[in-house]
């Protein structure tokens, strides 16, 4: 295989690439966000946040039912009146009263939902398939007569019956629902089962597929790609992936795998060098600290220690980087206080510094560095301080550096 070091090498599965990149981001962080257990988003937040997604580029954005609440209610008409690109839906019961009240508030679209596993049909709304067909048909068509999208979720998909499933999803189809939707609400799914499911569900719809995925065992985002390559088209996140106990899939996490799957189709949808501030504007909102770790803008994301993957860094990103940090406003850190450290990456910051030492000189400060860094690691102003002074040593006459 040719050494390419700006292409990223991927197997030869055409027809799952090529639909990995067509899909829409159904953000939720306005209603899956609002089930966080830290979260209280008042009116001018949701439009702060709505606005931010909006720049971002998401395709939709989807709130709390109006029914829910009366502030839920005015929320929802206030953001619909905002004249954002997105589209505005709103997530509702299967059941008319809900519709009737959602209708009114001048939504794009109603996502409708109704639990069709066995827990949910004996512990939480006690309908069988049948009512659930004849509640969802009915909802639907007065959707459907406002002239708004409407989507059918079954809830707890995984843990359903798949015959259930795929009857009411054919059924929902045929009357013209504009997409259907899987959810695994208890993050029980692995990528095999979801792909399995999807590509299932694809042979029997002609609408389009939407996915929402709990991250509760951690398989998420990766359920997301999978459910993209098996054909879905729609996928649920939320900022920083805030929801129901553990949440669902973040939208910066799937930027980051989609990114890494097609570079230009991510870069040409979305305006990644907006996600740093959506996700300080909602860890605020909610009290929270963007986890050190985190996809793309956690405070390691792009920070390289060791020496070995130092030197190469500084030679060519790409040894280390899936990901270029400048595609998302961020910057690369190469760490240089502590014992681990190389004499390659202090010559980068000697360079940075703009000092006046070469290889020999710059190995000796490095072991000096080494040396400090074995009782504690130094901050990048210490070792700055550090390498000034040695510098100074260096060129002072009388120096038995360059003697």
Same mark, same amino acid.
């Given at each position: 295989?040719?050494?390419?070091? +700006?292409?990223?090498?991927?197997?030869?599965?055409?027809?799952?690439?090529?639909?990995?990149? !067509?899909?829409? #981001?159904?953000?939720?962080?306005?209603?899956?966000?609002?089930?966080?257990?830290?979260?209280?988003?008042?009116? =001018?937040?949701?439009?702060?946040?709505?606005?931010?997604?909006?720049?971002?580029?998401?395709?939709?954005?989807?709130?709390?039912?109006?029914?829910?609440?009366?502030?839920?209610?005015?929320?929802? =008409?206030? #953001?619909?009146?905002?004249?954002?690109?997105?589209?505005?839906?709103?997530?509702?019961?299967?059941?008319?009263?809900?519709?009737?009240?959602?209708?009114?508030?001048?939504?794009?679209?109603?996502?409708?939902?109704?639990?069709?596993?066995?827990?949910?049909?004996?512990?939480?709304?006690?309908?069988?398939? @049948?009512?659930?067909?004849?509640?969802?048909?009915? %909802?639907?068509?007065?959707?459907?007569?406002?002239?708004? @999208?409407?989507?059918?979720?079954?809830?707890?998909?995984?843990?359903?019956?798949?015959?259930?499933?795929?009857?009411?999803?054919?059924?929902?189809?045929?009357? +013209?629902?504009?997409? %259907?939707?899987?959810?695994? /609400?208890?993050?029980?799914?692995?990528?095999?089962? &979801?792909?399995?499911? %999807?590509?299932?569900?694809?042979?029997? $719809?002609?609408?389009?597929?939407?996915?929402?995925?709990?991250?509760? /065992?951690?398989?998420?985002?990766?359920?997301?790609?999978?459910?993209?390559?098996?054909?879905? /088209?729609?996928?649920?996140?939320? &900022?920083?992936?805030?929801?129901?106990?553990?949440?669902?899939?973040?939208?910066?996490?799937?930027?980051?795998?989609?990114? *890494?799957?097609?570079?230009?189709? &991510?870069? +040409?949808?979305?305006?990644?060098?907006?996600?740093? @501030?959506?996700? !300080?504007? &909602?860890?605020?909102? $909610?009290?929270?600290?963007?986890?050190?770790? !985190?996809?793309?803008?956690?405070?390691?994301?792009?920070?390289?220690?060791?020496?070995?993957?130092?030197?190469?860094?500084?030679?060519?990103?790409?040894?280390? @980087?899936?990901?270029?940090? =400048?595609?998302?406003?961020?910057?690369?850190?190469?760490?240089?206080?502590?014992?681990?450290? +190389?004499?390659?990456? $202090?010559? !980068?910051?000697?360079?940075?510094?703009?000092?006046?030492?070469?290889? *020999?000189?710059?190995?000796?400060?490095?072991?000096?560095?080494?040396?400090?860094?074995?009782?504690?690691?130094?901050?990048?102003?210490?070792?700055?301080?550090?390498?000034?002074?040695?510098?100074?040593?260096?060129?002072?006459?009388?120096?038995?550096?360059?003697?």
């Amino acid at each position: 295989m040719p050494e390419d070091h +700006g292409t990223i090498y991927k197997p030869k599965f055409k027809d799952s690439f090529s639909r990995v990149s !067509n899909f829409a #981001i159904i953000e939720s962080t306005l209603r899956e966000g609002e089930q966080f257990a830290n979260a209280f988003f008042d009116t =001018e937040t949701k439009i702060k946040i709505a606005k931010a997604l909006d720049e971002f580029g998401v395709e939709y954005i989807e709130l709390t039912s109006p029914a829910a609440s009366e502030q839920s209610r005015s929320d929802c =008409e206030a #953001i619909c009146k905002l004249g954002l690109k997105a589209k505005i839906l709103t997530h509702v019961r299967c059941h008319m009263d809900d519709a009737r009240i959602a209708v009114e508030t001048g939504v794009d679209g109603l996502d409708v939902v109704i639990g069709t596993s066995s827990y949910l049909r004996e512990f939480s709304h006690g309908k069988d398939m @049948e009512y659930i067909t004849k509640q969802a048909i009915e %909802v639907i068509t007065f959707v459907k007569s406002k002239g708004l @999208e409407v989507r059918f979720s079954s809830e707890d998909s995984f843990r359903s019956d798949l015959v259930d499933l795929l009857n009411i999803y054919k059924t929902v189809d045929r009357i +013209g629902v504009d997409r %259907v939707g899987i959810a695994d /609400t208890v993050g029980c799914a692995d990528p095999r089962q &979801v792909y399995e499911l %999807v590509k299932t569900l694809r042979g029997v $719809v002609s609408c389009d597929i939407e996915c929402h995925f709990h991250n509760d /065992t951690g398989c998420a985002i990766a359920n997301a790609y999978a459910a993209l390559e098996a054909g879905a /088209t729609h996928i649920d996140t939320s &900022v920083l992936g805030i929801g129901e106990r553990n949440g669902i899939t973040s939208l910066g996490g799937l930027a980051a795998r989609m990114y *890494a799957a097609d570079r230009e189709y &991510v870069m +040409g949808k979305y305006r990644l060098d907006k996600l740093r @501030e959506i996700e !300080n504007l &909602v860890a605020e909102a $909610v009290q929270i600290q963007v986890p050190f770790n !985190n996809y793309i803008t956690g405070y390691c994301a792009f920070t390289h220690k060791a020496g070995i993957h130092a030197k190469a860094i500084l030679n060519n990103p790409s040894t280390y @980087e899936i990901l270029k940090p =400048e595609d998302f406003g961020m910057s690369r850190y190469v760490s240089i206080g502590h014992r681990l450290t +190389g004499w390659n990456a $202090v010559k !980068n910051r000697v360079q940075q510094l703009s000092l006046d030492l070469n290889d *020999a000189e710059i190995k000796a400060v490095t072991a000096q560095i080494k040396d400090l860094a074995d009782i504690k690691p130094l901050g990048i102003e210490e070792v700055d301080t550090l390498l000034r002074k040695f510098h100074e040593k260096v060129v002072a006459p009388g120096s038995p550096y360059r003697s």
